[in-house]
C-alpha cells in the first residue's frame, strides 16, 4: 500500500523559507493527486496545496497562493512544497496524503512535519 514520508520542517524566522518533502512508495507519485494539508494549534485541519498527477498544481489555498509553490521529483517518486515569506500564522504540522476516495480505508497519511515561524 501507499506509504508517505514528510521532511524539512522546521524553525523559521517570518519572511524565510523552508522545503517540505514528501517521499512515497508503495506507488508512482504519476498514479496520484498529492494533497498537503496543515493543522495548527487549536485550529481544524486544512487543505493547503494539491498537486495533481499529471504534475499540474491544482489547487493553492488563498493565503498561501503566490508565497507557496508544488513541484515533483518523478526519479526520486519525491512531491516537494516550496515555502517562502512565512508568517508566524504558516505555523502547523504539516501533512501530505494521497486521498482516494471518501473512505478512511482509501486515505494514505504521512506522519507530518512541524514548521514553526517565529516573528
Known amino acids: 500500500h501507499v506509504q508517505l514520508v514528510e521532511s524539512g520542517g522546521g524553525l523559521v524566522q517570518a519572511g524565510g523559507s523552508l522545503r517540505l518533502t514528501c517521499a512515497v512508495s508503495?506507488?508512482?507519485?504519476?498514479?496520484?493527486?498529492i494533497d498537503w494539508f496543515r493543522r495548527a494549534p487549536g485550529k481544524e485541519r486544512e487543505l493547503v496545496a494539491t498537486?495533481?498527477?499529471?504534475?499540474?498544481?491544482?489547487y493553492y489555498m488563498d493565503s498561501v497562493e503566490g508565497r507557496f509553490t508544488l513541484s515533483r521529483d518523478n526519479a526520486k517518486n519525491t512531491v516537494h512544497l516550496q515555502m517562502g515569506s512565512l508568517k508566524p500564522e504558516d505555523t502547523a504540522v504539516y501533512y501530505c496524503a494521497v486521498l482516494l476516495s471518501a473512505s478512511p480505508l482509501d486515505q494514505y497519511w504521512g506522519q507530518g512535519t512541524q514548521v514553526t515561524v517565529s516573528s
Open positions: 508503495g506507488g508512482s507519485i504519476g498514479e496520484f493527486d
Open positions: 498537486s495533481g498527477r499529471a504534475a499540474v498544481s491544482l
